[in-house]
């Protein structure tokens, strides 16, 4: 049984690029949380999607947006990107209600 | 506000030693606290949780303690074995359906 996944490992971009990064639940999960962490820092909430909507969001601005596809797996999107997206992003699935299971990352640079 | 936060941000222990992480929080309305331990290159992993209701709970070498008169949350690790070392987050949530809120962590060095 594959757990949480995450694609790509490793990705570069430049400052006012935009980046898509994607995440695939661990089987049977239908909610998948965003998450963001710095180098050195706890991870920061970014949003919750269940049942294709956003059901919770963090402190984050509006350049910062997701999409929950049927089959549960879900995508983070983050516009004209800026130095201080630099970053680990983490997803993490679970049921409804239930402990969160974290992927291993995508780790985010921006030049 | 809400927040969760550590006393030392670095530990380092003896192989066979027990280790003490010691976790502060803010928000009284939390119903759950947990413990993550992130090792290099992954994401953070469930140790054990405990709910606002409990003041200990154990599990396989280690135990999670509770204290909401001064808001303090421990991790207690039994006789630390080198692949215990790793960060480890103290986190909590509201309900078992909320986003949950890190703590900066302590990293764990474990001395063979």
């Known amino acids: 049984d594959a757990g949480v996944t995450q694609s790509p490992t490793h990705l570069i971009k430049t400052r006012g690029q935009q980046v898509t990064l994607r995440c695939s639940p661990k089987?049977?999960?239908?909610?998948v949380s965003w998450y963001q962490q710095a180098l050195g820092q706890g991870p920061q909430f970014i949003f919750q999607?269940?049942?294709?909507?956003?059901?919770q969001r963090g402190n984050f601005p509006d350049r910062f947006s997701g999409h929950q596809f049927p089959n549960y797996s879900s995508e983070l999107n983050v516009n004209a990107l800026l130095l201080g997206d630099s970053a680990l992003y983490l997803c993490?699935?679970?049921?409804?209600?239930?402990?969160?299971?974290f992927g291993p990352g995508t780790r985010l640079t921006v030049t | 506000g809400e927040s969760v936060g550590l006393h030392l941000p670095t530990l380092s222990v003896q192989e066979g030693d027990n280790s003490i992480i010691n976790c502060a929080y803010s928000?009284?309305?939390?119903?759950?606290f947990i413990w993550y331990k992130q090792e290099s290159g992954k994401g953070p992993q469930f140790i054990i949780d405990i709910r606002s209701n409990m003041d200990k709970r154990q599990g396989q070498r280690v135990t999670v303690l509770l204290n909401k008169t001064v808001k303090h949350l421990s991790l207690q690790i039994a006789a630390t074995q080198p692949g215990d070392s790793a960060v480890y987050f103290c986190?909590?949530?509201?309900?078992?359906?909320?986003?949950?809120?890190f703590g900066p962590g302590t990293s764990l060095s474990v001395i063979p």
């Open positions: 986190a909590e949530r509201k309900d078992s359906y909320d986003k949950v809120i």
């Open positions: 928000n009284s309305a939390s119903d759950y």
């Open positions: 999607y269940y049942e294709e909507e956003e059901r």
């Open positions: 089987s049977g999960h239908d909610t």
């Open positions: 993490a699935s679970s049921l409804s209600r239930g402990e969160q299971y």
